[in-house]
């Protein structure tokens, strides 16, 4: 016997909470990035492109996130998304890491390929640029940050700007080294620490990426013991074929059968075991089968 509830809705998920701040980031990235790739073009400057290069990601990724909220906020109408689309969030995060990655990539090839080579730096326009990259990046990280604990959309987003700022501070270091010291190789040498900024943030939200996709238990919850707690709540004999998983970010969902003790009131042990799973777990919505014996050929499931 199940509890539960429809999915079609997408009231109160984390993503739609914060969209807002989403779509303000957006314009202020994408009207920069038009300005820094000119102005990296015209003065030469690889760290000017490498931030450019990763503010365009920035674009991308800020444009999918946005695209990924209204999706995931949209009623099912097909009666076959029986979760939603929810995890709508949680690919356009994937595509923040793919898109990551792949500037830091650029970054490293073209600095390997400027090895040896006498590059002219222009060094006003990078400062310039880079000083006022650094102020959007700030106005779009406190813009974001209030979202990036929620939601795994927004801390794609979110990582992705801090790294922007990162980029911003990179680039203004670079124009002051070559402009104190006369060598270019500088502008090359920042150029590369902000790819490898960049990759190493890509991974981190990659591994978070991929545990919600592999279904791993939420981030902070351990199975066993809420199999323990379950199997103490009064009137359950046994627990066996719990599953518990993150739907999306601050949607944690899960299963279970509970053999029951002879003579006890079933509905109350599905309340008092979900009150359990939401307030000491953090799981709104768990699907729970009590019996009164073993299920036949639950023994033999091995996942």
Known sequence: MGAGHGHGGASGHAGANHRWRLAVAFGLVATFFVVELVVGILSGSLALLSDAGHMAADVVALGAALVATKIAARPDSTGRRTYGSYRAEVFASGLSVLLMLGVA????????????????????????????GLAINVVSIFLLRGGAEESLNIKGAYLEVVADAAGSVGVIAAGLLVAWTGRSWWDT???????????????????????????????????????DD??????????????????????????????????????????????????????????????????AGCEEVTW
Not at 112 to 118: H, N, P, S, Y
Not at 199 to 220: D, E, K
Not at 230 to 247: E, K, N, R, S
């Open 105 to 132: 990539a650029f970054v490293v090839v073209e600095a390997l390929g400027r090895i040896g080579d006498t590059v002219e730096v222009e060094t006003g326009p990078m400062l310039v640029v880079g000083t006022v």
């Open 189 to 227: 040498l920042v150029a590369l620490a902000i790819g490898a900024f960049v990759a190493v943030r890509a991974v981190g939200l990659g591994r978070q990426v991929l545990a919600v996709l592999g279904q791993h238990a939420p981030a902070g919850v351990d199975v066993d013991a809420m199999a």
């Open 230 to 295: 379950l199997a103490a709540v009064p009137g359950v004999d046994d627990v066996h074929d719990l599953h518990a998983w993150t739907l999306t970010s601050g949607m944690h969902v899960a299963t279970a059968h509970l053999l029951l003790a002879a003579h006890t009131d079933s509905q109350g042990v599905l309340h008092e075991a979900q009150r359990l799973l939401r307030v000491d777990y953090g799981i709104e919505h768990a699907t729970l089968q009590v019996e009164s014996s073993p299920t």
